[in-house]
């Protein structure tokens, strides 16, 4: 089946660099592609996300870039501070507007030391 | 923000006994979900509804029923608990539709099925 892969499982960076987070998938017709953040014990919360119609889309301190051609697709958070710690999960979707056809990737664990 | 609160946080059950996962969202959003997740498999969906008396099969449905009764209210029912079914449940719910695509998580129920 299709599927999504997140090629960092665990990310660690110094507070006030950046962290970069990669994501691959496999379905050309992917068209949809949202970053959602985890905290200890917490549910997921959405933080940004991007269509196929661009290639790069920036929200405050994140940045997320498209590469339709590699079937890639990555967030960059700039600046990061230590609330940015937590895990971050990839995904992608070719029903636009149906959530019950997203592929999760598996996480990143993301540490920013002070 | 929108609310999704699920019930109970934590379970802990007895293999073959019944349990029924609940969870009730403030959001008025037509689409609800359930997944699973669990340590090297990311999130897993199980079932889905699109409005209250919709209950659609996600990829993971074995062993697993769902009701949803109203527009608020999604419940997850294992008939008969089996130990495989040990994880973090997370319940969502979503407006649905292009552009609409955000979901909202509960804070998830920790199940442990001995």
């Known amino acids: 089946g299709e599927k999504v892969e997140q090629h960092e499982s665990t990310l660690s960076v110094r507070e006030g660099d950046s962290a970069v987070i990669n994501c691959t998938y496999t379905?050309?017709?992917?068209?949809?592609f949202p970053w959602y953040k985890q905290e200890a014990g917490k549910g997921l919360h959405f933080v940004i996300d991007?269509?196929?119609n661009v290639d790069r889309k920036q929200s405050q301190r994140l940045i997320v870039l498209l590469d339709k051609k590699a079937k890639r697709f990555s967030l960059h958070i700039t600046a990061t501070q230590p609330e940015d710690s937590a895990i971050y999960f990839c995904a992608a979707s070719r029903g636009v507007g149906d959530n019950s056809k997203l592929i999760w990737g598996l996480g990143t664990s993301l540490v920013v030391n002070p | 923000e929108a609310a999704v609160t699920q019930s109970p946080r934590n379970k802990v059950a007895v293999t073959g006994g019944k349990v029924t996962l609940s969870c009730n969202q403030t959001n008025n959003h037509n689409n609800m979900y359930w997944y699973r997740q669990d340590t090297g498999h990311g999130l897993r969906l199980i079932h889905y509804s699109y409005g209250a008396g919709s209950t659609e099969k996600g990829d993971i449905p074995d062993g697993y029923k769902a009701s949803r009764p109203s527009q608020e209210n999604f419940s997850l029912i294992l008939e008969l608990a089996t130990p495989s079914q040990t994880s973090v449940y997370f319940c969502?719910?979503?407006?649905?539709?292009?552009?609409?695509?955000?979901?909202?998580f509960g804070s998830g129920t920790r199940l442990t099925v001995l």
């Open positions: 379905d050309t017709a992917s068209s949809y």
């Open positions: 991007i269509r196929s």
């Open positions: 969502a719910s979503g407006l649905g539709g292009a552009g609409a695509e955000t979901l909202y």
